[in-house]
């Protein structure tokens, strides 16, 4: 009948008249809590049931780890699997699916396709679904190789792929810029009559506007259209996302009001996607009017929007409106309960707090109780979560206010979601910024302390600030202990290296962790720009000078700072021989160079008598590679007064 408040009052009322529950009035009370998605009020029910001594079925243990899996929380259906066995419930396909499918979620692919194996090993009937998971899942991680490695086992065991595997590999193709073998697929795909549906139509739309053929995935819209298919909201913001990300954001705009029209297509995501193109080009304004008139229309901001606007916002300098649409978000649509929730002794500050207070109220008899409670938490608007606390640290240290970032991040710690790495990197460049070295260090350990894993990002940032303050050794330690958590990297290799640097043998160093990056084909080239650049801070062009030549003898491209860092501490130096160079390969690789570091090179070599004929002849060579001379009318003038009438007939033509 629908009443399931009434069901769960009656199953509370059992107890009262001596009534003992069974194992069907516990599958009632499950099912709705279910259908409901309400996990944690299952999975409380779930322990009063065996501790009534009540045997769950196969089916209730599939509910219970596709609820942990949809949680997030693999290692819960795990356990589950595993008490599955103890009490001799024999899992079924529908099992081994489910956690398949929750390892893929968690990124734990290798474990996933273990899983697999043994799901193949036991006879298991494997359908299509069951390739396809572990396909989408390596087109996710941009390991598209491995995913037709299980096509072809698809094929091998005489199942078709079907159009949600197409959809995946295409994807996925895209996804890492192959874009060939992306349209290879498309083309096979219609070759085996297989016919595109709107979600395939979407992924070409959003494949050909990430190449920046908007043109084309326009004509791709139109011909899924006299299809006699229907775009849905996800296709129509594939189109206005395009558009944004092309520079038409007129076009975007009138897509978006002709749409307006259509009941269910004209989503938050729509808006967002506007609000977030209106921020990057820095037009705040016009992007917090549509914020303004989706509360109106009565369509609600996700997290996403909310993060956006609050980015623009910082962006902007208006910290202060940020702070407040933070607030606002963090009120949600359900202030009083954002505060009960918040204060006193009954918080709920996270996961396994609240499993913790629903458990609490049922084992007492509160079930009706904790089913209101949790249809109301749900139902209570947008609470921020750790990508809303990242963008206003951001934003506080960006404006160089960092106590208010240390005093958000104090809060994040007491009520808050669980710092990041994310968080960490943003406070710490932020210390260094403002010159509090020894407090951003301090930071740096009180991450590895509450066990939160640093990212490359973190480690760029204490890389980057130590070797601008001319600490270059110091940034080669922090790399290595990065290099060190890395998964796989040997510690002996480098240790061998550490070593390398220790004794000052910096090519045999460079060398060794250029060659580690391509065995395990993880190069980066921003550590080596840093160092390089670092070297020339400390005034060890040397040392420089050495990543230079055997990054150039890996054929890897030197960027245009590193160039410009080089010249202007060998001009420094004196090394007018070596800056020539340097400045000879920024123009072979094409780089534009600055008038700025330009003029330096020219006014150095005009001040050395002997150097003077370099001068006629980078003024030359700058000619040819398109630079504007008219800029360095001075220097011409000099070179004209200094040379012989060849050198003026030259500079004349």
């Not at 090993?121 to 069951?130: A, D, K, Q, T």
């Not at 008139?293 to 996700?302: D, L, V, Y």
């Not at 002849?617 to 004209?640: C, I, P």
């Amino acid at each position: 009948m629908g009443l399931a408040e009434k069901a769960i009052e009656s199953f509370g009322r059992m107890g009262e008249v001596g009534s003992v529950p069974d194992a069907h009035a516990y599958n009632i009370i499950l099912d709705i809590a279910f259908k409901k998605e309400l996990f944690v009020l299952a999975l409380a029910v779930y322990n009063l049931m065996l501790k009534s001594n009540c045997c769950p079925s196969e089916r209730i243990y599939n509910m219970l780890i596709g609820g942990f899996c949809r949680s997030e929380d693999v290692n819960g259906a795990l356990a589950m699997l595993h008490e599955m066995g103890q009490r001799d419930v024999e899992p079924s396909e529908m099992t081994y699916f489910a956690i398949v499918f929750g390892l893929c979620r968690a990124r734990r692919v290798h474990e996933a396709h273990r899983t697999f194996n043994v799901m193949k090993e036991r006879g298991y009937r494997l359908n299509s679904m069951s390739y396809c998971v572990l396909i989408n899942e390596y087109c996710k991680m941009g390991r598209s190789d491995e995913a037709v490695s299980i096509l072809q086992l698809l094929e091998k065991d005489g199942l078709p792929l079907d159009i949600k595997g197409y959809s995946h590999l295409i994807a996925g193709f895209f996804r890492e810029r192959r874009y060939n073998e992306a349209h290879s697929w498309y083309g096979r795909m219609l070759k085996k009559g297989v016919v595109p549906d709107v979600v395939l139509y979407t992924v070409m739309i959003r494949g050909l506007s990430s190449e920046g053929r908007i043109g084309e995935a326009v004509k791709m819209f139109c011909e899924m259209t006299q299809q006699g298919l229907v775009p849905d909201a996800v296709c129509y913001n594939e189109v206005i996302k395009g558009f944004c990300d092309a520079g038409l954001l007129d076009r975007a705009r009138s897509l978006q009001l002709q749409i307006s029209e259509h009941e269910g297509f004209h989503n938050v995501c729509t808006h967002t996607i506007l609000i977030c193109d209106l921020c990057k080009r820095g037009m705040v304004d016009e992007a917090q009017e549509i914020f303004n008139r989706m509360e109106k229309s009565g369509c609600f901001p996700s997290l996403v929007t909310f993060n956006t606007l609050i980015y623009g916002l910082c962006k902007a300098g208006k910290l202060e409106e940020a702070h407040l649409m933070w607030y606002k978000m963090e009120m949600g649509r359900s202030p009083s309960l954002f505060f009960r929730l918040s204060r006193g002794s009954n918080q709920v500050l996270d996961r396994v707090s609240l499993r913790k207070k629903v458990e609490q109220m049922c084992e007492t008899g509160q079930l009706l109780d904790a089913y209101k409670f949790l249809i109301q938490l749900a139902d209570s608007g947008v609470m921020s979560d750790i990508v809303t606390y990242n963008v206003l640290l951001y934003g506080f240290c960006r404006a160089s206010k960092l106590n208010g970032a240390l005093k958000l991040f104090k809060d994040m710690q007491d009520k808050g979601p669980s710092p990041d790495s994310v968080t960490y990197g943003t406070l710490i460049d932020g210390l260094f910024r403002v010159g509090r070295e020894e407090d951003a260090l301090k930071m740096y350990e009180h991450m590895l302390k509450h066990g939160c894993q640093p990212s490359f990002e973190v480690y760029k940032a204490l890389m980057t600030w130590l070797s601008r303050n001319k600490k270059v050794s110091q940034a080669i330690s922090y790399y290595l202990s990065f290099l060190k958590n890395l998964r796989g990297r040997e510690g002996d290799s480098i240790n061998v290296l550490e070593g390398y640097f220790v004794r000052g043998e910096v090519e045999q160093a460079i060398r060794g962790l250029l060659e580690l990056d391509f065995r395990f084909r993880d190069f980066n080239l921003a550590p080596y720009t840093i160092l390089l650049i670092g070297f020339c801070q400390a005034n060890q062009l040397d040392e420089a000078l050495i990543i230079f030549s055997v990054l150039d003898k890996f054929n890897i491209n030197i960027n245009p700072p590193s160039c410009v860092y080089l010249i202007e501490g060998l001009c420094r130096k004196g090394r007018l021989d070596d800056a020539v160079n340097i400045f000879l390969y920024a123009l072979e690789k094409g780089f534009v160079m600055r008038s700025r570091i330009c003029e330096r090179l020219l006014k150095c070599l005009l001040c050395s008598p002997d150097k003077r004929g370099y001068a006629i002849d980078l003024v030359r060579w700058m000619e040819s590679a398109g630079y504007h001379l008219n800029k360095f009318g001075w220097y011409k003038t000099q070179l004209v007064q200094s040379r012989t009438s060849n050198t003026i007939d030259f500079l004349r033509d």
